[in-house]
């Protein structure tokens, strides 16, 4: 059974930094892309980033390019988000999912597998 877990969240000033962690376990997702997508209240899902497992190839959405950096630690089957310049439009639940490379990589239908979320808060 395929596990994501999200940890790391909670409540930062603007301008701070947050690293988040999804733990994965019960498959081995060499062959997956692995994302981060955030919503807000009252708003859609909305891409992050994402980074391809076999090769580390990283992807960014616009509105956090060169903020925020994706990372994983094969050994610890670990995907990191590292969240810098944290600004209040960042505060949402953080969403780690596992999908099919095939897809495409900003969309929530290619992702079979989503954590539960945690909550970043960014405070003006």
């Known amino acids: 059974q395929v596990q994501l877990v999200e940890s790391g969240g909670g409540l930062v000033q603007a301008g701070g930094s947050v690293r988040l962690s999804c733990a994965a376990s019960g498959r081995s997702f060499s062959t997956y892309r692995m994302g981060w997508f955030r919503q807000a209240p009252g708003k859609e899902r909305e891409f992050v980033a994402a980074l391809t497992w076999i090769n580390g190839n990283t992807y960014y959405g616009d509105s956090v390019k060169g903020r925020f950096a994706v990372s994983r630690d094969s050994a610890k089957n670990t995907l990191y988000l590292q969240m810098n310049s944290l600004k209040p439009e960042d505060t949402a639940v953080y969403y780690c999912?596992?999908?099919?490379?095939?897809?495409?990589?900003?969309?929530?239908?290619?992702?079979?597998?989503w954590g539960q979320g945690t909550q970043v808060t960014v405070s003006s």
């Open positions: 999912a596992a999908g099919r490379l095939s897809g495409l990589l900003a969309v929530t239908r290619t992702y079979d597998y």
